[in-house]
């Protein structure tokens, strides 16, 4: 088992920066990634970001690449989210995830296969 716990959300304005952070505990060694995804007041949950756990490769949705930048700091088995620039559409509750098994970088992308989640995080942005 694995247990996340995000931190790091609240209410900032247009462009504003927040940094989202994710501590794992438990069986993190059998992961493949961790990912942070999203969802907005009464839309579907969406990918943001992915981080392949060992190697360290990076994924972004097409909406926040370039303003959001995914990290981990292995030793203390925590992934972080630095968004910048943040829009009124970045607003939804936020997700860190952790996934165990993965055929390729391509499951990165899909909530369903991903097997731990965290509570979830409100970030509001404000124009």
């Known amino acids: 088992q694995v247990q996340l716990v995000e931190s790091g959300g609240g209410l900032v304005s247009v462009g504003d920066s927040l940094r989202l952070s994710c501590e794992a505990s438990g069986r993190i060694f059998g992961l493949e990634a961790m990912g942070w995804f999203r969802q907005p007041p009464a839309k579907e949950r969406e990918f943001v970001s992915a981080?392949?756990?060992?190697?360290?490769?990076?994924y972004y949705a097409n909406s926040v690449r370039g303003r959001f930048t995914i990290s981990r700091d292995n030793g203390k088995n925590t992934l972080f989210l630095q968004m910048n620039s943040l829009k009124p559409e970045d607003t939804a509750v936020y997700y860190c995830?952790?996934?165990?098994?993965?055929?390729?970088?391509?499951?990165?992308?899909?909530?369903?296969?991903?097997?731990?989640w965290g509570q979830g995080i409100q970030v509001t942005v404000s124009s």
């Open positions: 981080i392949s756990w060992v190697a360290g490769n990076e």
């Open positions: 995830a952790g996934l165990t098994t993965a055929a390729n970088s391509g499951s990165f992308y899909y909530w369903r296969l991903y097997d731990y």
